[in-house]
T-cell receptor
Framework: NAGVTQTPKFQVLKTGQSMTLQCAQD?????MYWYRQDPGMGLRLIYY???????DKGEVPNGYNVSRLNKREFSLRLESAAPSQTSVYFC???????????FGDGTRLSIL | EDKVVQSPLSLVVHEGDTVTLNCSYE??????LLWYKQEKKAPTFLFML????IEKKSGRLSSILDKKELFSILNITATQTGDSAIYLC???????????FGTGTRLKVLA
């Protein structure tokens, strides 16, 4: 049982490049989330999707877009990467809101 | 502003010690508070607390919530080197799907 799978695990980009981080869950969860984790800042919510077909902004949405492609998949796109977006990105899912979230192993993203 | 503060920021103990990690929050009327353990990669779920005064236990770990005083504690007894990790606390914003995370407590257990 894979749980939450994120790809890629590592990526280095140049400023201005775009890329999409992929996330898929196999637990039939309704809700999915994208977080970033920076030293001394804890986990901060970027976007979330309460259910298939809906998305909403979290604490730090600027510079990002998301797509809830279907119930399983929730992708995060950086249109024009900036050094401030260097971080570790985590995807998570939960059965519904107010339920424990299950996290993927993260994507370490560096922007030069 | 909604805020979750964890203390201490870091802690070094020896195997066999008991530790108490604190999580205080400035969020009212939330439904749940969660504790996670993060080793090298993904945070893993430990406890979900929804009611004040009811202790949850799992082996050597236990946690309790005080909604009146707005804090929660996570206790680990007879610590082992495998308990070395960052422990994260998160509180749900009322009526949303959003959780606010604290910055975590980094625990190191020495053999």
């Amino acid at each position: 049982n894979a749980g939450v799978t994120q790809t890629p695990k590592f990526q280095v980009l140049k400023t201005g490049q775009s890329m999409t981080l992929q996330c898929a869950q196999d637990m039939n969860h309704n809700s999915m989330y994208w977080y970033r984790q920076d030293p001394g800042m804890g986990l901060r919510l970027i976007y979330y999707s309460a259910s298939e077909g809906t998305t909403d902004k979290g604490e730090v949405p600027n510079g990002y877009n998301v797509s809830r492609l279907n119930k399983r998949e929730f992708s995060l796109r950086l249109e024009s990467a900036a050094p401030s977006q260097t971080s570790v990105y985590f995807c998570a899912s939960s059965e519904d809101g107010n339920q424990p979230q299950h996290f993927g192993d993260g994507t370490r993203l560096s922007i030069l | 502003e909604d805020k979750v503060v964890q203390s201490p920021l870091s802690l070094v103990v020896h195997e066999g010690d008991t530790v108490t990690l604190n999580c205080s929050y400035e969020v009212t009327n939330f439904r749940s508070l969660l504790w996670y353990k993060q080793e090298k990669k993904a945070p893993t779920f430990l406890f979900m607390l929804t009611s004040s005064g009811i202790e949850k236990k799992s082996g050597r770990l236990s946690s309790i919530l005080d909604k009146k005083e707005l804090f929660s504690i996570l206790n680990i007894t007879a610590t082992q080197t495998g308990d070395s990790a960052i422990y994260l606390c998160a509180v749900e914003l009322p009526g949303t799907y959003k959780y606010i995370f604290g910055t975590g407590t980094r625990l190191k257990v020495l053999a």
